[in-house]
Structures are given as C-alpha cells and as structure tokens.
C-alpha cells in the first residue's frame, strides 16, 4: 500500500487533499482509482485512507482517513554526523532513512576530499527530497532531517544524548560494550568519518566535548557503510528493529 506525506493536519472521518507532485504520481504512475486504500502521514501519524476521488487533469486526489496506523517510528532517534564525501550523501541519506535515521548532519572534517563552499540550497533541496521518497517507501511516519553542513568545531551545542564516534584505530572498545555500558538512550548521535578517515585531532576533540570512541570491529568499513551498520546495531540492540 503506497503511503504520502500531508502537509495539513489529518483528523479520522475528514477529507486530504494530495496535489503537486504526489498527486501527479497517483493519478499519471500509480493509476490509483476511487475507493482503492492508501497511507496518509501528517505529523508522525499515519492514517489508513480510502481514496475519494481522483482529478486526472489537475492531478489532485482526495481520500478521507478511516483510522489510525501503528507507528513504524523507532523510539531512539539516530543522528548521523557523517563526514563529506565526494559523491556518496544520496546513497547514505535514502539508506539511512530505509534503516530508521532521523537526522543527517553533513560534517567537514580535516581529511573530506568535499568541502563546504558557497551556498547549499541546490544541494540540501535534493538531499531532503531524497529523504522524503525514501521515507514513502520505507513507510516511516517522519521525513529525516537534512541539516546544513557545519564544519566539526561548530557541533558542540548539538549534541544531547549519547554520542560515539565509529574510530578504526579504537582497540579496546566496541559499540556492543559502549551500548551495554551506558543503557538505552532516547537519542544516539554517530560520528562517521570521510573517505580518508578522521584526523587524530579530531578523535581528541570529540572525546574532550563527551563522544565515546568505538569500534565496529576488525573489519574496515567503507564511509557510506559505517553509519548504517552501527545505526543498525543501535537500534537492534534497542529493541526497535522489532525482529
């Protein structure tokens, strides 16, 4: 059943408008007709919706909710600080959501080979229209967050929560034993580093303002790989992957 983000508030028993671009998916790809059943979101909650009628020629839809949806929210909410890369933010970004993130902090780090340069509009407007189809598909009852790149030093007053960075170099302490350690958190924050690894500088940084260094393993994972897996982990280990 294919599920759509509402804008408006959704209340049971009332009618929702769906124009503009999901309109045009509805009525022109999906071939969807009137009283067949779809998934409206608003707000974080989904409703079960029986589709009312469909305008082909302004591309509208009206459905009205018939009840409400389980949540597929996970309770702990993932913030991925993941270093620039050259050309890997569109594949982390729709995974990401696949796998439950919430939130995207694009990071520059010493050793990104993509650096922060001039304004980011283009660039954000597409990152967040990734998020927002893979959130359809993956029937999340949020759009993850996409925020502005920031360099490292401007996170500081970001942070809440637990905060682990993923360190290659990191021996002594994995993510399993930082996660048994501490207890389950409402919100975990992910330090991922760029293609060419973090700096030392800023391992030392990110100890100093709290961040606990953790390892994933003997294996070296790729940028684009590393936060999903520990996203993963977090959230199997949390209870939220409900398997």
Not at 112 to 120: F, L
Not at 134 to 150: C, E, G, L, N, T
Not at 153 to 181: H, M
Request: with cysteine.
């Amino acid at each position: 059943m294919n599920r759509f983000f509402i804008d408006d508030e959704i209340k049971i028993g009332e009618e929702f408008e769906i124009s503009g671009d999901d309109g045009r998916h509805i009525t022109r790809s999906l071939r969807i007709k009137k009283g067949e059943l779809i998934e409206g979101v608003a707000f974080g909650k989904a409703y079960l919706s029986e589709v009312i009628d469909v305008n082909r020629e302004d591309n509208t839809v009206i459905a009205k909710a018939i009840e409400p949806i389980k949540t597929n929210e996970p309770m702990t909410s993932i913030r991925l600080f993941q270093g620039l890369t050259k050309s890997k933010e569109d594949f982390i970004i729709q995974k990401g959501t696949e796998v439950g993130i919430s939130d995207f902090f694009p990071i520059e780090f010493i050793r990104s080979v993509s650096k922060i340069k001039g304004k980011q509009d283009n660039k954000m407007e597409r990152w967040q229209k990734i998020a927002r189809e893979s959130a359809m598909q993956s029937k999340r009852d949020i759009i993850p967050r996409v925020h502005y790149p920031k360099k490292l030093i401007d996170i500081k007053d970001s942070l809440e929560g637990l905060s682990i960075v993923l360190y290659e170099e990191e021996l002594s302490f994995s993510l399993k034993d930082c996660l048994k350690k501490i207890g389950e958190c409402k919100i975990v924050n992910i330090f991922v580093g760029p293609e060419g690894g973090f700096d030392s500088s800023e391992i030392k940084f990110l100890i100093e303002i709290g961040v606990h260094s953790v390892s994933l393993g003997r294996r070296i994972l790729r940028t684009e790989t590393a936060g999903l897996v520990a996203s993963s982990i977090v959230l199997y280990e949390y209870g939220d992957m409900e398997i």
